[in-house]
């Protein structure tokens, strides 16, 4: 088989949506609508382009395509897989290794794949990327009733500006909405919490709800690196907990934590949350080969 780039827009989607998808990384990454699959295979195209696997009769066997979101940093979609193609490991090297060769060795590579649905371990173990860490989404049904530092958390004021912009900053940067952006979004359904102590912002969350779906989202929550292993973000998201279910009709709440520490997560289970999804993340750093 041979390795070349693609360039048919149609050729790739009509692979796209016809191949097998288990070995396929940032799967949720994959638009649903056609223009926006559309767009997302034409950013690829441009870098770090879309490359293939062709047998002899130059049919596609296997298909990667990524997005770039910073200089020579991609996230990696695919690969997609002709059904009943063999040695897929060997061909997936192969593929992965021709479209690598065209960076620096400052370009690194990333991969998600859903820990209970997708088989990824062997791939990722062959090309030498290593874990990262893992995306966990959780969900909590239920309130958990009220906290006892409930005086110490109070919806956003103006004169927390500076404070809260420094401290979301410094968190939050990769794809993150910026502090005026949560700010002029705050109305009705969007609500800042910030947990303030001895004239000290020292943690915040930041809620989304939507009510005709009848769910909500923490979209952002921290507590100041000062003060942590104190509660302050548990007491927050008890907080947020709280009101929410007390002020709006919702089946759920969601929020998404990113770490490699397992136990940790666990512990939310206290404030009713349970994970829904867990997305192992890799990275495959050039300049290591």
Not at 50 to 56: L, S, T
Request: no cysteine; net charge negative.
């Amino acid at each position: 088989m041979d390795t070349i780039k693609l360039n048919n827009i149609t050729q790739i989607q009509s692979f796209i949506n016809s191949a097998d998808r288990h070995m396929a990384s940032y799967l949720y990454k994959l638009p649903q609508q056609e223009d926006a699959l559309l767009s997302l295979i034409e950013q690829s195209i441009e870098a770090p382009g879309v490359y293939a696997r062709v047998n002899d009769n130059n049919q596609v066997q296997m298909l990667l395509l990524a997005v770039a979101y910073g200089e020579n940093k991609f996230k990696m979609i695919g690969p997609f897989i002709a059904h009943g193609l063999t040695d897929v490991i060997n061909e997936f090297n192969t593929l992965f290794t021709a479209m690598y060769q065209a960076y620096p060795a400052t370009a690194n590579f990333n991969f998600t794949f859903e820990e209970t649905e997708q088989d990824f371990t062997e791939a990722m173990k062959t090309i030498n990327a290593y874990y990262n860490f893992t995306d966990y989404h959780l969900e909590a049904t239920s309130d958990v009733g009220e906290l006892t530092h409930e005086q110490n958390i109070t919806e956003y004021h103006p004169a927390y500006y500076r404070s809260f912009g420094k401290l979301h900053e410094h968190t939050f940067y990769h794809d993150a909405m910026t502090t005026d952006e949560i700010i002029n979004s705050l109305k009705q359904t969007n609500h800042l919490f910030t947990f303030m102590s001895e004239g000290v912002l020292k943690g915040y969350v930041y809620l989304q709800v939507f009510e005709n779906a009848q769910t909500a989202e923490i979209k952002y929550f921290t507590s100041h690196s000062d003060y942590r292993f104190m509660g302050i973000a548990f007491d927050l998201l008890k907080y947020t907990l709280h009101y929410a279910f007390a002020h709006y009709n919702l089946s759920k709440i969601s929020f998404k934590i990113r770490s490699k520490n397992a136990t940790l997560v666990e512990r939310f289970d206290e404030l009713g949350f349970h994970i829904n999804n867990e997305f192992k993340k890799f990275k495959f750093v050039l300049a290591n080969v």
